[in-house]
């Protein structure tokens, strides 16, 4: 997908539409279709889900970022590989994990704690912010997985990482915030072009 084709999309689209067209089933620009499927296939047989439940976002999608900070910055070598898995069992798998450590009295520096909170609400997990690997295996395990599956260069030269979604609607959401961020500066940019 290309910039302008983008700008076109949230110009005259639903942001909720241009996360549906564009990020969801759009055609992923960092690996051809058929290394795409291989990708959700290996990411789903660690995790037993359904491969329809591994999605690449992010500038590996587009081509380009949508994020504030990096907005439009062109996917380049340097670029992650972002990957979203959509599965409630793994999910509440993980949050019960993080749980029972809790229970257990499990260490975890209260920075991370808040940030994994502050996600968790937000109906997502980012496994950067479980507790720490030396106390919480299961952050160990999730990290060796996905660096081996960025050494192999299989899926190219980049780094591969992947956050959990409990639904849908909380991957629509979040995504669907930076959607409606870059429809207001257009429209910003289009009222500064016309005065």
């Known amino acids: 997908m290309n910039i302008e084709d983008f700008k076109n999309d949230v110009s005259s689209l639903d942001p909720v539409e241009v996360v549906r067209k564009d990020i969801i ?3 992923p620009h960092a690996v051809d279709v058929d290394k795409y499927y ?15 439940e ?13 994020v504030p900070h990096k907005r439009y910055r062109a996917f380049c070598d340097e670029s ?5 898995i959509l599965a409630p069992s793994l999910f509440d798998c993980m949050w019960n994990a993080v ?10 520096p209260r920075e991370y704690r808040d940030d994994f909170s502050k996600y968790l609400l937000r109906g997502w997990i980012r496994p950067d912010k479980f507790p720490p690997e030396a106390t919480f295996p299961l952050k160990h395990k999730w990290f060796e997985f996905f660096a081996t599956l960025s050494r192999s260069g299989d899926y190219g030269p980049y780094k591969i990482a992947a956050g959990i979604y409990r639904s849908w609607s909380f991957l ?8 409606e961020r870059c ?3 257009l429209e910003v940019s289009s009222e500064n072009d016309s005065n």
């Open 80 to 84: 992650d590989l972002d990957i979203v």
């Open 172 to 179: 629509e959401d979040y995504q669907t915030v930076c959607i």
């Open 183 to 185: 429809k207001q500066e």
């Open 38 to 52: 291989l990708l959700r296939r290996d990411v789903s047989k660690e995790y037993k889900i359904h491969p329809s």
């Open 25 to 27: 089933f759009g055609r």
């Open 99 to 108: 749980n029972s450590y809790l229970r257990q009295g499990g260490i975890w």
């Open 54 to 66: 591994v999605l690449l976002v992010g500038s590996g999608m587009l081509g380009f970022s949508i």
